[in-house]
């Protein structure tokens, strides 16, 4: 079964930063794409950014276009989220998930295709 662990949340003023990582404990994920979801109190879970598996496509929610990116490292088994200039609105529990395609172009952007999720890390951002 897949693990993966989210670290990297935390407390940050309006306009800081933040890098979330996601670790896989099997090399297995490698080869598919991962996704980023967060959920904020009272409000269903979103979208916001994927990767595919090869890692040459990205894609992002319209809230946070040019202000995150994501990136894999597969020697590691590790996808990260670079979050900047961070807004109020962004505060969240941050969820990286697996896709249960290999796709190596491909990006999700439905939760229902991911199988694998992590446990969430809590961002908040201060204003």
């Known amino acids: 079964q897949v693990q993966l662990i989210e670290s990297g949340g935390g407390l940050v003023q309006a306009g800081g930063s933040l890098r979330l990582s996601c670790a896989g404990s099997e090399r297995t994920i490698n080869i598919y794409p991962m996704g980023w979801f967060r959920q904020a109190p009272g409000k269903e879970r979103e979208f916001v950014g994927g990767?595919?598996?090869?890692?040459?496509?990205?894609g992002f929610a319209d809230s946070v276009k040019g202000r995150f990116t994501i990136a894999r490292d597969n020697a590691k088994n590790t996808v990260y989220l670079q979050m900047n200039s961070l807004k109020p609105e962004d505060t969240a529990v941050y969820y990286c998930?697996?896709?249960?395609?290999?796709?190596?172009?491909?990006?999700?952007?439905?939760?229902?295709?991911?199988?694998?999720w992590g446990q969430g890390t809590q961002v908040t951002v201060s204003s």
């Open positions: 998930a697996k896709d249960r395609r290999p796709l190596r172009s491909g990006i999700t952007y439905t939760a229902t295709n991911y199988d694998y």
């Open positions: 990767i595919s598996g090869s890692g040459g496509n990205t």
